[in-house]
């Protein structure tokens, strides 16, 4: 079997827990303590055969958790399978994390797993850019990567929040060591082109716009409070103890309710050595009508979204070193460079017809079933046997377009300089959205930052430029908000737009609630011998938990397929 060590990119995404178990069904503890009762006797296996008869693999589920057979409970482990898959052969299409994941777990109950990848490497899109690493989107132009050795950014995945138990538990797994993310730096700037106001095109730090946005409106809602105005919603003891969180919260004068800066926004001149320990006062705050209209608040919440925590992780050298792990516990079961150009469901089997890109040659493979983890954007031009319901479910999702660009600086200006250590720069200049700097190798000589992160049409609009072009582009941007710093250090560039990748064809799955209603339940549920998986089959779109949880329900699901 071909292995490769040779690894062009390896990008990110990548949100919830898949909810749905397979599909919906009527009175199922009836059924089932109708089945229980009737049941005694029988084997355990005869029970699940029947259980199996009467309401689908859902049903099946149930009940085997009524036995205390559970095996699909809980996202942060993969499913407890029983039994063994001996002289069963599963053809698993894409050897993306959803693909490895399978073979990974089904290997361990004894199948034989054909995993069928179209690139020289495995991983889809967890993929790395570092020195070497090689691209050439559709329509585009090679492009190699001239980072330094060290040097990386990561294209595809980029963070992994403390909530993806899935994803770390393999982690732990495979040993690989892990490091923060900074996805929250207040020290961070934001730049706003379009703002109205005094405050466009204004550098300013996150933690002056925080302490002066929230210190106004804390300063307006304690004077409300104390003028009596709401005396009618909030009990005596309760405005006394919210007057004074409010002036703990918004660092309002004990005196008079008023806000007039704190340090934590900085200082007109900075305390230090000396006779004197400095002047100890706070910098002016912006005016609040100016903070307003700029609408710069819009930029932060009160706590962060489900995903999207103030710290995170990172594996420590790049996020493709979890497909790296992956693909050294099934590497033999990879064979890389064939492209999928037929899917057929057989009555007690699946066939697959391949063709390998590097010579041509064509060649059928054959077993008892198929998880197909392509991408729907991807899947649906292949020639396939599916029915005419299941062939308009794949047509039921958007996949996003998405441009990334990384940008080896030669000097850590963002450190030495403006005393930013991680996070990001968040600016509303068209196609950037967030220039992310590196959660690191603090104080190194050289690093690189994430240049911009576009979506939609921006990205579309960004990924019709050349290579050089794009670049340009995002210096022009970066200089803005680091004058004089971000074109003087720069070294190289390497850029990614996903929706142009061949076998890629967008960043994730992007579900319509219509969709999600009607399409993504025919989908999950599979058809013949064929089931799907990967983050376009979860509530984790763009994210490799979505990939890898989608891979054990539809592993659990094909054992008890051929188990029964």
């Not at 009940?63 to 499913?79: L, Y």
């Not at 069928?116 to 559709?138: D, H, N, V, Y």
């Not at 200049?429 to 690189?448: C, H, M, R, V």
Request: hydrophobic fraction near 40%.
């Amino acid at each position: 079997m071909k292995t490769s060590n040779a690894r062009s990119l390896r990008p990110e995404p990548a949100q919830g827990v898949l909810s749905l178990l397979f599909f919906p069904w009527m009175n199922m503890s009836n059924k089932l303590n109708e089945l229980i009762n009737t049941s005694s006797g029988e084997s355990r296996r005869d029970f699940l055969v029947k259980a199996m008869m009467v309401g689908g693999s859902g049903f099946l589920l149930t009940s085997m958790k009524a036995w205390g057979m559970d095996i699909a409970s809980s996202q942060k482990v993969p499913p407890q399978l029983q039994g063994s898959g001996r002289g069963k052969t599963v053809v698993i299409l894409g050897a993306g994390l959803a693909g490895m994941t399978a073979a990974y777990e089904l290997g361990k109950l004894g199948y034989t797993c054909k995993l069928i990848e179209a690139r020289a490497f495995a991983g889809g899109r967890c993929q790395t850019a570092r020195k070497g690493s090689t691209l050439e989107e559709l329509g585009g132009v090679k492009q190699t990567c001239e980072f330094d050795r060290g040097q990386y950014i990561n294209i595809g995945p980029w963070r992994i929040p403390f909530n993806h138990h899935s994803t770390l538990y393999y982690t732990s797994e495979f040993g690989i060591p892990l490091e923060m993310f900074n996805n929250d730096n207040d020290a961070a700037y934001v730049y706003s082109e379009n703002a109205k106001g005094a405050l466009a095109k204004r550098r300013l730090r996150m933690f002056e716009v925080k302490a002066d946005m929230r210190g106004y409106v804390d300063e307006l809602l304690a004077k409300t409070l104390q003028s009596g105005q709401m005396d009618q919603q909030v009990t005596a003891d309760d405005k006394r103890l919210l007057i004074d969180y409010l002036a703990n919260e918004g660092y309002l004068s004990k005196k008079d309710l008023s806000y007039r800066g704190t340090g934590g926004r900085g200082f007109k001149v900075n305390p230090g050595a000396g006779i004197s320990p400095g002047p100890g006062i706070a910098s002016d705050p912006l005016a609040f009508s100016d903070l307003l209209q700029s609408k710069l608040g819009h930029m932060y919440h009160s706590v962060h979204e489900f995903t999207q925590q103030a710290t995170m992780l990172q594996p420590i050298g790049g996020m493709d070193q979890i497909a790296v792990a992956f693909e050294k516990r099934v590497g033999k079961m990879i064979r890389y460079n064939a492209e999928v150009t037929s899917l057929r469901n057989l009555p007690d089997s699946v066939e697959v017809h391949v063709k390998d890109v590097v010579s041509g040659a064509a060649s059928v493979i054959k077993g008892d079933f198929c998880l197909c983890t392509i991408p729907l954007s991807v899947l649906g031009q292949i020639e396939n046997n599916f029915s005419d319901k299941f062939k308009l479910a794949l047509q039921g999702s958007a996949y996003a377009a998405v441009c990334k660009i990384g940008l080896q600086m030669n000097r850590r200006f963002w450190e030495t300089d403006d005393g930013i250590y991680g996070g990001h720069v968040f600016t509303d200049i068209k196609g950037i959205n967030l220039i992310s700097l590196p959660s690191g190798d603090w104080q190194g000589k050289k690093g690189t930052l994430l240049g911009f992160y576009s979506h939609a049409a921006d990205a579309a609009q960004i990924s019709a430029l050349s290579n050089a072009e794009r670049t340009d582009y995002a210096l022009a941007a970066g200089e803005k908000i680091f004058p004089g710093q971000y074109r003087k250090s720069f070294d190289s560039a390497f850029s990614i737009a996903w929706h142009r990748v061949r076998y890629s064809m967008g960043g994730w799955a992007n579900w319509s609630a219509e969709a999600r209603a009607t399409a993504y339940p025919v989908l999950v549920e599979g058809e013949g011998r064929t089931l799907l998986a990967g983050e376009h089959m979860s509530y984790l779109g763009g994210w490799q938990a979505g990939a890898i949880e989608s891979a054990w329900q539809q592993i659990a699901r094909i054992h008890q397929r051929l188990s029964a």
